[in-house]
């Protein structure tokens, strides 16, 4: 029996007095991959700042989740005069390893060998956007919550991040994230859609 | 399995470096201290900013009193505190706002260790880089408004003690207001109140001294304020943060 990673009952989404979503229930086991589907606006990223702890106010109902948690949302989470590695190797998130030998793989892994000493803000958004994502290479976070991983990155990053998330789910872990894009891992991947939540 | 998937002459293959977990509380205290050092001193030019607006309104104060040395070297105390405590109002406003804009925040929320230690971090990178600067310039300044030599020492280790009390009141605020779009003024309000004691202790200090006088008491209050500040105000850093992302 697999293991349940992170587990929402009855969960209420507030927003400014509207209310977004009810009634929510939601579990992840390990080794699961799920899409929140749903139309803009409905409340995929409340729900994902929810899921992740973020947002207290205007959630109703119990969320149990890991101790560590891996989340990325549409900020990048850098600093933009440090270097990739300097941003790395500081994460505010402190998840993962410092070794610079794992931080210059990673970095290696997402195309951007010979940027590692520029400033992050010389890179473009979609450098910036795998900068952020390095880090799933190096943390050993069992649950992933990743709002809009895809956006801004071109297919062949798209082919390097799909197949990153299948491995960290084959490996036990799981990941949850959303994405308008279709799915493209038909397989593995579950979807949830809110909008059949909201009200 | 994807047949796009990448292959790599490193042994990890498509799974995470295994190797050291995640660090303890003083190693995490740390590394947060390093990477805002490292992405202040980037920016020289905001560093230099707080010193040359004291400069500019300490040069004020003669064109507007006075030349007269002996009013100026009286008055001097006073309007070296309330100017330090200006330049430290007009910095200590955008604290915490570069990290709610890149998204830095949510991840420090998101750390295992306390909001505290980062907030932590932040004020001291902050207080060394504004507040140890400012004490070590400050005989310029003092020597601009003729403040007897005496006071001088007293000057430094007050504005020492003083701007990291300042630093970390200001941190409060800072942290309460980082989501507002324009908590510029609102941020005024809550923190001169709070900033009164320490411009009294700080002023009463070093006239005390510039008249020959045993300042060792107002230091000592004043240092006592820094050490209640440093246990107590990254609690209620760390808690106003929390606040301003949760909306």
């Known amino acids: 029996m697999p293991e349940l990673l992170l587990h929402a009952q009855s969960v209420c989404l507030e927003r400014g007095y509207r209310c977004l979503l009810k009634d929510v229930n939601f579990a992840v086991q390990e080794g699961q991959l799920w899409q929140l589907v749903g139309p803009n606006g409905v409340g995929k990223t409340s729900f994902l700042r929810a899921l992740a702890g973020l947002a207290k106010v205007g959630v109703s109902g119990t969320i149990q989740r890991p101790e560590t948690v891996l989340y990325q949302g549409h900020l990048p989470g850098l600093k933009p005069l440090l270097s990739p590695l300097e941003n790395l190797r500081w994460h505010p998130s402190g998840l993962g390893t410092k070794e610079l030998d794992a931080l210059t793989w990673a970095l290696e892994k997402v195309d951007l060998a010979g940027c590692e000493h520029l400033p992050v803000n010389h890179l473009s958004a979609g450098q910036q956007r795998r900068v952020a994502l390095a880090r799933l290479w190096l943390c050993d976070a069992p649950l992933w919550l990743l709002d809009e991983p895809f956006t801004a990155i071109d297919s062949a990053g798209a082919a390097l991040l799909g197949a990153r998330l299948l491995a960290h789910v084959e490996a036990g872990g799981s990941v949850v994230f959303t994405s308008h894009q279709p799915n493209r891992f038909a397989e593995q991947l579950q979807a949830m859609d809110l909008s059949e939540y909201a009200v | 399995m994807p047949s796009n998937r990448p292959t790599s002459r490193d042994l990890p293959g498509d799974n995470a470096w295994e190797g050291a977990p995640s660090s303890g509380a003083l190693a995490y205290l740390g590394s947060q201290f390093n990477r805002h050092l490292r992405a202040s001193l980037r920016r020289p030019g905001e560093l230099l900013n707080p010193l040359v607006f004291f400069l500019m309104v300490v040069t004020l104060f003669p064109l507007g009193l006075g030349p007269a040395p002996e009013q100026l070297s009286a008055m001097a105390p006073g309007i070296l505190w309330v100017v330090a405590l200006l330049a430290n109002l007009t910095v200590s ?74 630093s970390l009141i200001g941190a409060i605020a800072a942290a309460l207001t980082v989501s507002l779009r324009r908590g510029g003024l609102l941020m005024s309000l809550l923190i001169i109140p709070l900033n009164v004691p320490i411009l009294i202790f700080g002023v009463a200090a ?24 440093l246990v107590l105000a990254p609690l209620a850093i760390g808690a106003g943060l929390r606040i301003s992302m949760d909306t």
């Open chain 2, 93 to 166: 406003g955008r604290l915490f706002v570069a990290d709610f804009e890149d998204g830095s925040l949510e991840q420090m929320l998101l750390a295992r260790h306390s909001l505290a230690l980062t907030a932590m971090a932040e004020v001291m990178v902050h207080w060394l880089l504004s507040g140890v600067t400012l004490a070590l310039v400050s005989p310029l300044f003092a020597a601009m408004l003729n403040l007897p030599s005496a006071g001088i020492p007293v000057l430094m280790v007050s504005l020492l003690l003083g701007s990291l009390c300042l």
């Open chain 2, 206 to 229: 070093v006239s005390e001294a510039a008249n020959g006088y045993n300042a060792s008491a107002w230091l000592a209050l004043l240092g006592a304020f820094a050490c209640g500040g």
